[in-house]
């Protein structure tokens, strides 16, 4: 069972949910919120993974702007969620996350990134930024961030090991967006799966079982091979 522990950034110190493996680490994993902040479904996918054998740190993003935030998913929530997400923006977000990559690697571990819908897109910033494994499940807001990267940003992009999950039916991302990713990062292991958008979340209505297994698994396996054969990444320095 996971704890809450204190982590300080930039941004001020924030909480973040710690799960751990019982036995010895193979890699940690810095795991995004949705909007709806550190809730039951984040602290379940951090202690998931921690039973897979992987370390993990769930920062509660929001915590810079309103501390505690765990909201449902109805409308109330997503209003509320997407209101605190624009008031907090993405650079503090981006911070916290290299924040507690830093502090995970500080501690020995090789690190990855984990994230979802908008954390999803935090996640993938994040793990392009600090060049560190990362997996992108349903990244929503990533279209305008891709479409401004530079020819150098994409040929740095270009050693950063990402695996990203899309829904076929995902109404908030169209096709010509998942095409854009596929264009502007060309080496990215990209999934489609016939689900909509937070196919992964079972308390969601679009929660599809055998999608989320589907990504779980490759996502894991991700984790594995590359959090076993990273190097210290040079990008958590910046």
């Known amino acids: 069972m996971g704890r809450e522990v204190g982590i300080e950034t930039a941004a001020g110190a924030v909480c973040a949910w710690r799960a751990e493996p019982l036995a010895p ?42 501390r505690g935030v765990e909201l449902g998913y109805d409308p109330a929530g997503i209003a509320r969620g997407r209101e605190l997400a624009a008031t907090l923006g993405f650079e503090p977000a981006i911070g916290i996350v290299l924040a507690c990559a830093r502090h995970l690697a500080h501690e020995g571990h090789r690190v990855g990134v984990l994230g979802f819908c908008w954390g999803g897109t935090v996640a993938l910033l994040a793990g392009l930024r600090g060049q560190l494994p990362t997996v ?7 279209a305008p961030f891709l479409q401004a990267m530079t020819a150098e940003q994409r040929a740095n992009a270009a050693t950063t090991r990402l695996l990203l999950h899309f829904g076929e039916h995902d109404a908030l991302i169209p096709p010509e967006h998942r095409d ?32 989320a297994q589907a990504a779980h698994v490759r996502s894991v396996q991700f984790f594995h091979r590359h959090l076993a054969s990273a190097s210290p990444a040079p990008g958590l320095d910046r």
């Open 180 to 211: 854009l990713h596929r264009s502007v990062l060309p080496h990215a292991d990209i999934h489609t799966y016939p689900a909509g958008h937070g196919f992964n979340c079972e308390q969601r209505q679009d929660f599809h079982a055998v999608a």
């Open 25 to 66: 680490a193979r890699g940690a994993v810095v795991v995004v919120q949705e909007i709806f902040g550190v809730n039951a479904h984040i602290r379940a996918v951090a202690e998931r993974y921690a039973a897979e054998g992987m370390l993990t740190l769930a920062p509660a993003l929001f915590d810079p702007v309103e």
């Open 136 to 142: 992108v499940y349903y990244g929503g807001r990533s």
